[in-house]
């Protein structure tokens, strides 16, 4: 965390340049198999298993002490993330591959500059009929599959026609050592906390990727006017507001760092243009540099997942719901004192 990546700002300018020729099915819309971005959320902080070498390793490494490494260098991974959402009819996100803004449409775009680790997050999520949207056949008739009554489960990655609509349940894994403490299992009936008795209530345990770090994040909500937009990068989004082509806000936050010189260096953008966006890249630079900073305050923070499920908003929401209810452990890294030979 020390060192900044200098490539942060051509990375933010130049974005993807993928311009899909087609708008996305409601089905591509609905997978969401990608990084999905959330408000932070905290975690449980706890010493590594580096912090605690037995003693042959010890003696074989020549260990004098053993020293919890410093917050600001215990994230070993740095990213540039984009996060282009769509919002539906009744105003969730639903996070997807999608680069084109359409005519009519409103969009959210993340962009994150984060240091993390990456933890595993367990969960159970159990898979159930909402409901069907009836086919209207050429005889004037409507028809439902029958094998898929409401409240029928159904397996997680099981093929399901696209007129039948299913919501996800997500718990925390109790069998798991990465969350704090765990009381909604007890509320399910007849269950144990036990892995047979979760798959006879209907739960698949499900392992996600769980970012866990600090880092700094832009959100423009924009709607699309007219045409077609390209909402690859920020400099483009500016450009089609310029344009005319769209309207939006620009939203500017820390994750994970807080402190007086944050609070001096947030910019305070309302509408979306070219001065707002170049205002607000500049305030991410300065408080980038100013992370390691002794004043500058730094907590371990949830700040997203990636999706390898699908499920759309009903799991992603579950999700983040299991994340907010039970903390996520973290574990910080220690480094080694070794003996003068």
């Known amino acids: 965390m020390k060192y900044l990546i200098s490539g942060i700002a051509i990375a933010i300018l130049s974005g993807c340049s993928s311009m899909p020729s087609t708008p996305d099915t409601l089905a591509e819309r609905e997978t969401s198999y990608s990084y999905i971005p959330f408000d932070p959320l905290p975690v449980q902080t706890l010493m590594g298993a580096s912090c605690s070498p037995e003693s042959l390793e010890r003696e074989l490494k020549s260990i004098?002490?053993?020293?919890?490494?410093?917050?600001?260098?215990?994230?070993?991974?740095?990213?540039?993330?984009l996060a282009v959402a769509e919002f539906d009819s009744g105003g969730s996100l639903n996070f997807g591959p999608t680069t084109v803004g359409y005519e009519g449409s409103s969009y959210q775009v993340i962009i994150d500059y984060v240091n993390t680790d990456t933890a595993t997050g367990s969960f159970l999520v159990k898979r159930e009929v909402a409901g069907q949207i009836p086919e209207r056949k050429w005889w004037g008739g409507k028809y439902i599959y029958p094998d898929y009554e409401k409240g029928k489960s159904v397996k997680l990655f099981e093929r399901v026609p696209n007129t039948v609509v299913t919501n996800y349940t997500v718990l925390p894994n109790p069998n798991d050592g990465l969350f704090q403490a765990f009381q909604a299992f007890k509320n399910l009936p007849n269950a144990e906390t036990d892995i047979s008795s979760i798959e006879d209530a209907g739960y698949e345990v499900v392992n996600l990727p769980v970012y866990v770090g600090v880092g700094l994040r832009l959100t423009a909500t924009i709607k699309v006017l007219k045409g077609e937009v390209n909402l690859s990068g920020l400099p483009q989004i500016a450009a089609e507001a310029k344009a005319g082509n769209l309207t939006g806000t620009l939203v500017v936050q820390t994750l994970g760092a807080t402190g007086e010189l944050v609070s001096s260096n947030l910019p305070l953008p309302s509408e979306l243009d070219r001065t707002t966006t170049q205002n607000a890249i500049l305030s991410l630079g300065a408080i980038k540099a100013l992370l390691p900073d002794e004043n500058m305050r730094i907590t371990p923070r949830v700040i997203g997942i990636y999706n390898p499920v699908g499920g759309g908003q009903s799991f992603v929401n579950g999700v983040i719901s299991a994340l907010a209810a039970d903390r996520l452990t973290w574990y910080q890294p220690c480094d080694y004192i070794y003996k003068k030979s």
């Open 64 to 81: 004098d002490k053993v020293v919890l490494r410093d917050i600001r260098d215990s994230f070993p991974d740095q990213t540039v993330r």
